[in-house]
């Protein structure tokens, strides 16, 4: 948003409490690469460059690309500043941090969709002993204290650190909600190769039928790695890690699990082939250069799998919330956040207080807003529009769009 704004000649600064890419500093676990390819992280004007476009950045190489940006492209940015307050004045906002004031007659919100972990209610019934730790804080699987682990959640990072952690030799339990199954390669290309080309990454937000619940569908089951591998339910199980329905209850010690484990895995089955569908469709269509259709195999999942272990029986000492995240608005005074305290914005226009804007969370304007690389697109409607606004024209919410 800096470098559109500066196309634009509008006075801006960025405030960051920690260092450029903070989160991809302090918020990864130390093995953790993306699970998108690398051509897939350009930024306006900032290509990917590297000399290895369909492999998976680290971490550090994400900070590393994202500082190497920031500073090709001189963007104002103020370090070491936390925001923690934003509100209303005359008509702009007065935003307070620290020690210092400023007033803007914008201000976009770009702190980040993964601020706060979402921990279920029954994280309340972990009892004394077994460490809980939201995947923020999880780091390798040396740093956990010996014994079994349950990983709470099969999302991406799920399913990524009860892989890591199995193949650390510890015992490992998954529960298992509702989760996005997805092959890492498809016909000989990447899945990402293909969201991309056949349009999926392109859908926009007000294209999609209920919006807010698909801002909330759990990341997919996808691990960026040199093997390419596929890790899913399958390759946990083959890999001695036991699969169990979602986590009800967690009560004096025992941990309670619904039996719905075979139905939701055979829901993303059918998604799976749904979205396989759309692709071999696709490629039909425009006589695409890929290999020829496949389809997986259904998921095995034990026909009777534990409704009920007993932690100190069954030797767990950690267990790890993978159940994603919000944003944190805690600073937020602008009287906006819904019932919920979720931000309802159109495509990153937060309607009802003008001059007011987010980005960098799921879907915002399209799918691909998901990820690093969206913020190009999204960043050059936005500023369009913000720009329309300070001249005070009149936009309509979905000028952007
Ligand atoms: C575990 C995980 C894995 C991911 N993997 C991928 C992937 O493989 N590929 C991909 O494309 N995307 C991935 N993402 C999504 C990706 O992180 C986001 O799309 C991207 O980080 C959004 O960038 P951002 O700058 O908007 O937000 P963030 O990277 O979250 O940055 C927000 C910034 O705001 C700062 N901040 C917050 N509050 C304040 C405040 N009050 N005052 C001052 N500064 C503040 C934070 O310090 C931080 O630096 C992943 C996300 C997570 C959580």
Redesign the pocket.
């Known amino acids: 948003m800096s470098r559109r704004l500066t196309e634009r000649s509008i006075d801006h600064v960025v405030?960051?409490?920690?260092?450029?890419?903070?989160?991809?500093r302090?918020?990864?676990?130390d093995s953790?690469?993306?699970?998108?390819p690398n051509w897939?992280?350009g930024l306006p004007g900032f290509a990917y460059a590297g000399d290895d476009p369909d492999g998976?950045m680290t971490a550090a190489e994400v900070a590393d690309h994202?500082g190497a940006f920031a500073r090709a492209l001189d963007i104002p940015v103020r370090t070491g500043?936390?925001?923690?307050s934003v509100q209303p004045h005359d008509d702009g906002y007065r935003v307070l941090?620290g020690d210092e004031e400023y007033v803007a007659d914008a201000v976009v919100l770009?702190?980040?969709?993964?601020?706060i972990p979402v921990l279920p209610p029954v994280a309340d019934g972990v009892p004394a002993g077994v460490l809980s730790l939201p995947?923020?804080a999880y780091r390798s699987p040396d740093l956990l204290p010996d014994g079994g682990v349950l990983v709470v959640g099969a999302s991406?990072?799920g399913v990524q650190l009860a892989d890591e952690i199995a193949r650390s030799g510890r015992p490992v339990t998954v529960a298992t909600g509702e989760h996005v199954r997805m092959p890492r390669t498809y016909r000989g290309r990447d899945i990402f190769w293909w969201m991309d080309a056949a349009g999926v990454l392109d859908e926009r937000f007000d294209e999609i039928d209920d919006i807010v619940r698909a801002r909330h569908v759990p990341?997919p089951q996808l691990v960026?790695s040199d093997d390419r591998r596929t890790v899913d339910l399958g390759s946990l199980r083959a890999r001695g890690v036991r699969l169990v329905g979602r986590l009800g209850r967690l009560q004096d010690g025992v941990a309670q699990f619904s039996g719905g484990l075979a139905n939701t895995a055979r829901l993303a089955d059918l998604k799976l082939d749904r979205l396989l569908d759309r692709f071999d469709e696709w490629a039909a269509a425009t006589h695409a250069d890929v290999g020829d259709p496949e389809r997986f195999a259904p998921t095995e999942v034990d026909s009777s799998p534990a409704l009920e272990l007993d932690l100190a029986r069954e030797g767990i000492q950690t267990i790890v919330w993978a159940t994603g995240?919000r944003p944190?608005y805690s600073?937020l005074d602008v009287p906006v956040l819904d019932y919920k305290g979720r931000l309802p914005h159109e495509g990153g226009v937060v309607v009802k207080s003008p001059g007011l804007y987010v980005?960098?969370?799921s879907l915002l304007r399209r799918r691909r807003?998901?990820?690093?690389?969206?913020?190009a697109q999204d960043s050059e409607e936005l500023a369009e529009h913000l720009t329309g606004f300070l001249a005070g024209r009149p936009v309509a919410a979905d000028a952007a769009v």
């Open positions: 405030l960051e409490r920690g260092e450029v890419a903070n989160s991809w302090t918020d990864r676990w953790l690469r993306l699970l998108t897939q992280t998976f994202l500043v936390t925001v923690s941090t770009a702190n980040g969709g993964s601020g995947s923020k991406a990072s990341s960026g995240f944190d600073w980005m960098g969370t807003s998901t990820y690093i690389g969206g913020a």
